[in-house]
């Protein structure tokens, strides 16, 4: 079955320091995505970045990338330059054939 | 259209009403999903249609549940005999497969509370 773990139910972080928000996840399908959403205090879920399993380079949206490390099965966030309204849940998702599976979220907060 | 809608925003309703809600995604996204999302916790799928078909559904889906896509544009979906336990965020998310990595626009969301 598919899953998504994501270890760190909460972190902290300086303005302007970069953090790293772990995931990672199981599936027995050879193709299948993983993304990160953002979900602000307002509730709508926000697309940050994609990673398709036959990429061969890690995915980056501006301050956004992705370290996919396939072999150990893990799709970590890296968000540089830290700022106040990065302060969201985060949550890792896959998508592998017919199922969509996400994370049960990251709450990051940046700190003044 | 700017994005994924649904309606209503909020729902509070009694137990063992029927609630429906409505979605209506990107108009050139062929790909439509419910979740339902509770308080802490990420996005639960429960459903997904491509077109008016529907594809998948959560085995976690109690037949109280079903959902409609009648013609391939707007989907409903429908709770019967509601229970204090399906009070959650209701989220609908579009996408479309002409894309390679087949990202999900989400609405805001239906939050239902049940009595």
């Known amino acids: 079955a598919q899953k998504i773990t994501q270890t760190q139910p909460g972190m902290f972080v300086q303005e302007k320091e970069a953090v790293t928000l772990d995931c990672t996840y199981d599936?027995?399908?050879?193709?299948?995505?993983l993304f990160w959403y953002k979900q602000p205090s307002s509730g709508e879920m926000i697309f940050l970045i994609y990673?398709?399993?036959?990429?061969?380079q890690n995915a980056t949206e501006g301050r956004y990338s992705l370290n996919f490390q396939k072999a150990r099965k893990s799709a970590n966030l890296v968000i540089s330059a830290s700022q106040l309204g990065d302060s969201a849940m985060y949550f890792c998702?896959?998508?592998?054939?017919?199922?969509?599976?996400f994370g049960p979220g990251t709450r990051l907060s940046v700190l003044p | 259209d700017t994005g994924v809608s649904q309606n209503p925003r909020h729902k509070i309703t009694k137990r063992g009403q029927n609630v429906t809600f409505r979605c209506d995604p990107i108009?050139?996204?062929?790909?439509l999903y419910w979740y339902r999302q509770t308080l802490g916790q990420g996005p639960e799928f429960l459903t997904y249609?491509?077109?008016?078909?529907?594809?998948?559904k959560s085995r976690l889906l109690s037949d109280r549940f079903s959902a409609e896509r009648p013609k391939g544009s707007f989907s409903t979906l429908e709770i019967q005999r509601t229970e204090q336990g399906d009070s959650a965020m209701y989220l609908c998310?579009?996408?479309?497969?002409?894309?390679?990595?087949?990202?999900?626009?989400f609405g805001p969301g239906t939050r239902l509370t049940v009595l």
């Open positions: 249609f491509q077109n008016e078909a529907q594809l998948e």
């Open positions: 998702a896959m998508a592998s054939g017919q199922n969509f599976v």
């Open positions: 998310a579009s996408s479309s497969t002409g894309t390679e990595r087949d990202e999900q626009f």
């Open positions: 108009s050139e996204h062929n790909r």
């Open positions: 990673q398709g399993s036959y990429d061969q």
């Open positions: 599936t027995s399908d050879p193709s299948y995505g």
